[in-house]
């Protein structure tokens, strides 16, 4: 999502004019000042974020259907499958189509010498100091090889207020979500949760 798209989905600052404005508009007497006014105001916006935070499910806003990749995919045509889709990482399955673990691209940059820091001009320093493509040795390697696992997934149900829980505390970035036969039936990333933050405000 853009910084644009960003900046429209921000909570609005009500000023002290707004609200004699508001006040004025109203016809009768209010005996509220507009501090008082402003605090009612805050007190139940949260309160409504909070209930509609708990009413929104994943799949309301997951992305389906979702893209996955078979444990033994080799690397190569993982990493092809990512660039050519546009996203930064996929679901693993095993031969059932269960989820198993998830590949991204910070697999791929841990792999080639990225570190804690998933830094990209981390790689890009290790390769020039050793002369040449770390990522070479990944040649022969499947998506099961790097994955991250176990997989971490979630339930259709799931509200997106305990999501966002989830991904903070594991600090991940997409959250696969699954039906009671352990299939992928979506997935809901950062992106998908800010787009439902702004559906919120």
């Known amino acids: 999502m853009s910084s644009a798209n960003l900046r429209e989905c921000a909570p609005v600052d009500i000023s002290d004019v707004d609200v004699m404005k508001a006040m004025r508009s109203i016809q ?6 507009p501090a008082d006014f402003k605090e009612v105001f805050r007190v139940a ?3 409504a974020q909070d209930r509609m935070m708990q009413a929104f499910k994943a799949a309301d806003v997951m992305t389906c259907p979702v893209h996955v990749v078979r444990a033994d995919k080799d690397l190569m045509a993982t990493a092809t499958l990512l660039a050519e889709k546009g996203i930064s ?6 031969d059932s189509e269960k989820v198993i673990g998830v590949i991204s691209e910070k697999d791929f940059l841990r792999k080639m010498g990225a570190g804690k820091s998933d830094s990209f001009m981390q790689v890009i320093a290790h390769c ?4 040449g493509c770390v990522a070479t040795p990944m040649l022969n390697r499947s998506a099961g090889d790097i994955m991250t ?10 509200t ?8 903070m505390e594991k600090n991940i970035n997409r959250l696969p979500v699954v039906a009671d036969n352990g299939k992928a039936v979506g997935i ?7 787009s439902s933050f702004c559906m919120l405000g």
Do not use: F, H, Q
């Open 45 to 47: 916006y949260a309160l």
């Open 160 to 167: 997106i207020g305990d999501i966002s829980v989830l991904l």
């Open 28 to 33: 009768g007497y209010i005996d509220i000042t």
């Open 89 to 94: 990482g996929v679901p693993v399955v095993d």
């Open 128 to 131: 020039l100091k050793n002369k």
């Open 188 to 194: 809901v990333t950062r992106s998908d949760l800010v």
């Open 149 to 158: 696992k176990p997989a971490i997934t979630a339930k259709p149900e799931v």
